[in-house]
């Protein structure tokens, strides 16, 4: 079962900022949080990863709270190309690779 | 990161029939992974797919339906048999590449099969 817990929609309008929350209450101290997302029937493409701290790259930002249990995905500036399944995951690595667990995700709808 | 293409993109098939699914990846990797999507559903692991070794199933998924070649570092195939039309998903392959820190997972197109 995924580990994390997601709303099942959200609405955004186009410009504006996205901000997804998950929820990963039992997350481990060296499971990272990955985040995923999907464009209609199309193969899933990362977003971006972190451990504990806050991390930015050219597609979004991930801010991770003090404790670990949460994180949100910001999207700066949603266009409507932005509207997908986004997917949260929490995921270990220990010498070795662990598989991804996918939920059900949040879909995120950006209305012009 | 990793360029994936998978062939063929799209097909449908008869029941009773067997579909064989090409991934192929643009960098050398140790771990290959297929995934299955079923309509309105999240993704599934099948299994993963080390070069040199047997495949391994995640419960639920057993060799005979899904086998598995794994011939070198950037090629894998997924052989889909005697389908039915609950075989009818999105298949996707997926490679894991090394990062200064952590793996992360690229996934290829896809393949979406329909079996009548």
């Known amino acids: 079962d995924a580990k994390t817990t997601q709303p099942p929609s959200m609405d955004c309008a186009e410009g504006r900022a996205a901000n997804l929350p998950c929820n990963h209450s039992t997350i481990s101290g060296n499971e990272y949080v990955y985040w995923y997302r999907q464009i209609h029937s199309q193969g899933p493409q990362y977003i971006i990863h972190?451990?504990?701290n806050n991390e930015t790259n050219e597609m979004a930002s991930l801010i991770i709270t003090e404790d670990r249990k949460s994180s949100t995905l910001i999207l700066p500036h949603a266009t409507l190309r932005d509207t997908a399944v986004y997917y949260c995951i929490v995921r270990a690595l220990q010498g070795g690779s662990e598989k991804l667990v996918f939920g059900k995700g949040t879909k995120l709808t950006v209305n012009p | 990161s990793a360029v994936i293409s998978q062939k063929p993109s799209r097909d449908i098939c008869q029941r009773g029939t067997s579909l064989t699914i090409q991934c192929q990846v643009d960098s050398q990797v140790t771990m290959m992974f297929w995934y299955r999507q079923q309509p309105g559903q999240s993704l599934t692991l099948i299994a993963t797919a080390n070069q040199g070794s047997e495949a391994t199933y995640e419960s639920g998924f057993v060799i005979d339906k899904f086998p598995i070649s794994r011939p070198n570092l950037t090629f894998s195939t997924l052989t889909v048999s005697n389908m039915s039309p609950e075989d009818s998903s999105i298949y996707l392959c997926?490679?894991?590449?090394?990062?200064?820190?952590?793996?992360?997972?690229?996934f290829g197109p896809g393949t979406r099969l329909t079996v009548l």
């Open positions: 972190g451990l504990k």
């Open positions: 997926s490679v894991e590449v090394q990062g200064p820190s952590t793996d992360t997972q690229y």
